[in-house]
């Protein structure tokens, strides 16, 4: 197995196969998402409302991804190489920081009073919703904040 921290070098080598799975398993996952209802905030929200009316319909999406993880990864990581890239790309910082908490902390705020997460945001933003433009925007922006602030050394 071939693993590597580093972005991927230039797949364009390899043709278009690479985007054409990119493609198929981002119209998968978006069209799972519209399916489980997980593009509407409130589905979002009131899985948050654990005392009030709460909806566990997204612990069952994420025990679908998750089981499917649990089944898939080994098997996938001793694999020689991915199909479509020249290495893994495995984290390899496991350590909880503080950096990690914050994240986590801004992440669940976010979460919590918008009922939006970017998986669904950026498919709800497909569809043209103003909601969900605004949304995946200004997600854009912090993402670009955080780069200038927390610049990583090459």
Known sequence: MSLSTQHPASESARGPLP?????????????????AGMT???????FLDLFGRWDPSLAFVMMGAIGVHALLL???LRLRNPLFASSFQVP?????????VLGAALFGVGWGLGGV???????????????????????AAGALLEGRLFARKA
């Open 74 to 76: 080994r098997p996938i």
């Open 40 to 46: 509407n905030p409130g589905k979002v929200t009131a």
């Open 92 to 100: 390899q910082k496991t350590s909880i920081d503080g950096r990690l």
């Open 117 to 139: 997460c970017p998986g669904p945001g950026v498919v709800s933003a497909a569809s043209g919703s103003g909601y969900a433009l605004v949304f995946v925007a200004t997600m």
């Open 19 to 35: 985007r054409i799975a990119a493609l198929f398993a981002g119209l998968l996952f978006g069209v799972g998402l519209v399916l």
